[in-house]
């Protein structure tokens, strides 16, 4: 029978949006539309739920919300292009199709939940008053559902802000709502400073937390981003560097709490960029890859791995939209038969733990 995946990671931003987006600059690599059509183009490998004939085939995605130009005061500007993503999404789940945004009436079953941006450093009542605002965006029943956690990208954020008091508050207050916040830190370029900041922060948030079903639940994208452009001549060239012996322990620490969940993803924006003509030799990305994925199998194990794909930043890597989404696939699929996972844990990394750690209804 084939595995369905639950694609955990991708982002969705129609043309109109480019402006409100915080890193859009005119001529960058992903500076036009990225929407549910483009998604379905890059994705066409894969079959859909009507087609099980493949090994795998693509159930839907979660849509992790863009970087909007944003602040956590609410005046002026600051949460309003944030709200206008969460008015998007709502169109999306219910095939309210407005022409231009790139997504039709017949896509509506693809996603399955969504990580809109929230001020989590303005501490619990920030979160409530905007929350309560996101939830009149989002207009039906059906739509509030799907919205499953929030994110507060802190790679870009100064040293210490993982830490302040409102945001241990804040992480707390999301873990008593049942709802998940997606960490986003960059060992490779933001230092691996971020990681112990990040060790730290999901410690206190768990401080004098008894209640199993209110603790915080952590999704940690991208394996961290490590430094996979460290000099490779074999394993042990990595697994003996002081970069990948820290980045290893801090994640290892991360795992500790049974709420960690860690995104098989972001690969392929931390290694050399990949040809879009000649296909990669994917046993050998496989192998570099190994020393990482390794420690994210044992520290976390494959009860909490969970597939995504970062499309569409997956693209600037990986050769471009028409390949990129389906070499990742083909490594992930080369990194769980080389751990050797059983079909129950490979149904696991695909799709099902991506269910339970969002609490999807599928």
Known sequence: MAIPIVDSHIHLFPGSHLPSLAWYGPGGPLSSQHSVAEYRSATATASTSSDTTQSTYLRGFVFVETDRISSVEESG???????????LLARVITGDAVPGEGHQKEHRHLC???????????????????????????????????????????????????????????????????????????????????????????????????????????????????????????????????????????VTAMAQYPGTYMKLSGAFSELPPLSPDAEPDVPDLVQRLRPWTDVIFDAFGPERVLFGSDWPVCNV??????????????VVEGVLERRGLSEEQRRGVWGQVAVRAYGIDI
């Open 112 to 250: 399955l939940a969504f990580i809109p941006w929230a001020p989590v450093p303005g501490g619990p009542s920030a979160l409530v008053k905007y929350i309560a605002l996101a939830k009149e965006r989002t207009r039906t029943e059906e739509v509030w559902r799907k919205l499953r956690g929030v994110r507060y990208l802190v790679q870009d954020k100064p040293a210490g802000v993982m830490l302040q008091p409102d945001f241990i508050a804040g992480l707390k207050w999301l873990g008593r709502q049942g709802l998940t916040f997606d960490l986003g830190v960059d060992a490779r370029q933001g230092g691996l400073g971020q990681l112990r900041e990040a060790v730290e922060m999901i410690r206190r948030a768990h401080e004098g937390v008894a209640d199993e079903e209110s603790r915080p639940v952590v999704v940690i994208n991208h394996l961290c981003k490590p430094n996979l452009r460290l000099p490779f001549t074999s394993l042990v060239s990595i697994t003996t560097h002081p970069d990948f012996l820290e980045w290893s322990s801090l």
């Open 77 to 87: 500007k600051g949460w309003s292009h944030a709200l206008d993503e969460v008015s």
């Open 317 to 330: 890597g990986g050769g471009g939209n028409p390949a990129a989404w389906r070499r990742w696939r083909s």
